[in-house]
């Protein structure tokens, strides 16, 4: 059974960092791509930074560029998503998920998001307070 857990999120002041952590469990390939997606209270979710595992390739949405980074140990089955400079406007809870297309673009997110949904772990809450 694939299992993602995530973990790291916490309470932070705005312009202090994070470091999230998905662990990933379960997979019998490594042809994938994980995710990092956030949902603030009352909006939808959206993704934010994807990674491919294969050869670590990066795509983040420009809210969070030069800010957040994305990053796999393949060892440790785990990517993490370090936070930083962060925002009141980041207040969210994580989410991580999987997906088998290779992460290139924006587009990536989509499949996680409204077709092939069955890979999601169950948050970690981010609260940036002023």
């Known amino acids: 059974e694939v299992q993602l857990v995530e973990s790291g999120g916490g309470l932070v002041q705005a312009g202090g960092s994070l470091r999230l952590s998905c662990e990933a469990s379960g997979f019998t390939h490594d042809d994938y791509s994980i995710g990092w997606f956030r949902q603030a209270p009352g909006k939808e979710r959206i993704g934010i930074s994807c990674i491919r595992r294969s050869d670590v390739r990066t795509y983040d949405v420009d809210s969070v560029k030069g800010r957040f980074t994305i990053s796999s140990d393949n060892a440790k089955n785990t990517v993490y998503l370090q936070m930083t400079s962060l925002k009141p406007g980041d207040t969210a809870v994580y989410y991580c998920?999987?997906?088998?297309?290779?992460?290139?673009?924006?587009?990536?997110?989509?499949?996680?998001?409204?077709?092939?949904?069955?890979?999601w772990g169950k948050g970690t809450p981010v609260t940036v307070s002023s």
């Open positions: 998920a999987a997906d088998a297309p290779p992460c290139d673009g924006s587009g990536w997110f989509l499949g996680p998001l409204y077709y092939r949904m069955d890979y």
